[in-house]
């Protein structure tokens, strides 16, 4: 993936402005854990689409603490564990206590993300969504693969502080190699300013 055509990535604020605009739409808590997926959890537009809600429940049928990605709802060999966000963990929470109202659900085989007409959604209906959204807030660059390069980014930046390492990142991303990673993550201008003026 070439540098110039990499998704950019999201400040805090960028996200919390997309949450709260996706939250005026129609489908309002569908809409926030589509985001919340992607930028909480690192979720590729297929990952998010193939999510069913066995992927995120115990054994008691509650939101469990992790996403159990399947290697079938990846990219390849991408099935991963990947712990929960509380804030996500919550919304899912919410999601779930409203789609056991709809009489097709079934815990054990139904689409976390699903339209009106149909019980689940295409990878590109997500890529679509996303770029309509980011189209109406004015951000340009930015795609469905923005907020999976802002949860690889922050997470880089984040792991040592909690005694990780980029390959604790990279397993929370699904690469198939470190080089991948580290090509997802975006450089820190102010720390690079930073550390030339120490050399």
């Excluded at 149909?118 to 980011?134: D, L, Y």
């Excluded at 980029?166 to 580290?182: C, D, I, N, P």
Aim: proline share 2%; hydrophobic share 40%.
């Amino acid at each position: 993936m070439a540098l110039g055509k990499q998704a950019k990535i999201l400040t805090k604020k960028q996200i919390d402005q997309l949450i709260w605009y996706v939250g005026t739409l129609r489908q309002p808590l569908r809409n926030e854990v589509i985001v919340m997926l992607s930028v909480r959890a690192g979720l590729r537009a297929k990952e998010i689409a193939c999510l069913t809600w066995s992927m995120v429940t115990d054994a008691d049928g509650d939101i469990g603490t992790s996403i159990h990605l399947t290697d079938k709802a990846s990219k390849g060999r991408g099935g991963r564990v990947i712990p929960l966000n509380m804030q996500l963990r919550l919304k899912l929470a919410d999601l779930l206590e409203q789609e056991r109202q709809n009489h097709r659900f079934d815990l054990t085989t139904s689409h976390v993300i699903r339209t009106e007409r149909s019980a689940k959604t295409s990878p590109q209906a997500i890529v679509n969504m996303f770029a309509s959204w980011f189209d109406d807030m004015g951000l340009l660059g930015c795609s469905s693969h923005s907020g999976r390069r802002t949860f690889i980014t922050s997470a880089a930046r984040k792991i040592s502080s909690v005694g990780g390492s980029l390959r604790g990142v990279q397993m929370l991303a699904g690469h198939s190699s470190l080089a991948v990673t580290q090509r997802y993550i975006e450089g820190d201008v102010e720390a690079k300013t930073k550390v030339v003026e120490l050399v």
